[in-house]
Nanobody
Framework: QERLVESGGGLVQAGGSMRLSCVVSGRTFSRYAMGWFRQSPGQERDIVAGISRSGTSTYYADFVKGRFTISRDNAKNTVFLLMNSLKPEDTAVYYC????????????????????WGQGTQVTVSS
């Protein structure tokens, strides 16, 4: 099973920006739709954004639309999450996840559709 490793988390002031990266091991990255999820203490894990295998289809949760951008570089086995205009309520552990897909344009949004997860990276937004 491929290994997912997130990086780029940390502390940022409200209104600032941060870019998360997730590198996936192996040679099958292009067969996976990718997603970013987040979980705050005492809360369920929610999808933040998703991107299809081809990169041409994306999904954003309402609470990040217009602020976050998901992208991928299949040549580098990496998916990114660019986060702008960060708010204290964006504070959470952010996870990347992979979902094996046959269709190139499918972007799963349910947690149970993802079967491989990274360890998570903490993002803290101070007010």
């Amino acid at each position: 099973q491929e290994r997912l490793v997130e990086s780029g988390g940390g502390l940022v002031q409200a209104g600032g920006s941060m870019r998360l990266s997730c590198v996936v091991s192996g040679r099958t990255f292009s067969r996976y739709a990718m997603g970013w999820f987040r979980q705050s203490p005492g809360q369920e894990r929610d999808i933040v954004a998703g991107i299809s295998r081809s990169g041409t289809s994306t999904y954003y949760a309402d609470f990040v639309k217009g602020r976050f951008t998901i992208s991928r570089d299949n040549a580098k086995n990496t998916v990114f999450l660019l986060m702008n205009s960060l708010k204290p309520e964006d504070t959470a552990v952010y996870y990347c996840a992979a979902s094996r897909q046959d269709a190139p344009f499918t972007t799963p949004i349910l947690e149970r559709s993802y079967d491989n997860w990274g360890q998570g990276t903490q993002v803290t937004v101070s007010s």
